[in-house]
């Protein structure tokens, strides 16, 4: 069961922490009229977020999944790493 409780979109970073709070809050509220739920924060991306009660999450807990995608560059498939294995005598 997911119930989804706020589905939150950004237009600032400084956004976030209060409107996450507030939704985090709201779920607790009503996670505690049945304490069968935990709260799932999920990130979208960077700037979309949902919170939800999950009964895969146990009651008084918090889980969080990050779907953001990352714009990391892998490394050149040629690049050596800057670390060498020492030798074990």
Sequence with gaps: MLHVIADIRLDHKT????KLDAAVAA???HA????T???LVTRHDFSHFSVALSADVPFG?????DHARRNE??????AKS????TPHV
């Design 61 to 65: 807990f918090i889980h969080e999944h």
């Design 32 to 35: 505690s009229a049945d304490r």
């Design 82 to 85: 800057p670390f060498r294995p």
């Design 15 to 18: 956004e976030m922490d209060e």
């Design 73 to 78: 560059c892998p490394a050149p498939a040629t």
């Design 27 to 29: 779920a607790h509220s």
């Design 37 to 39: 739920c935990g709260v």
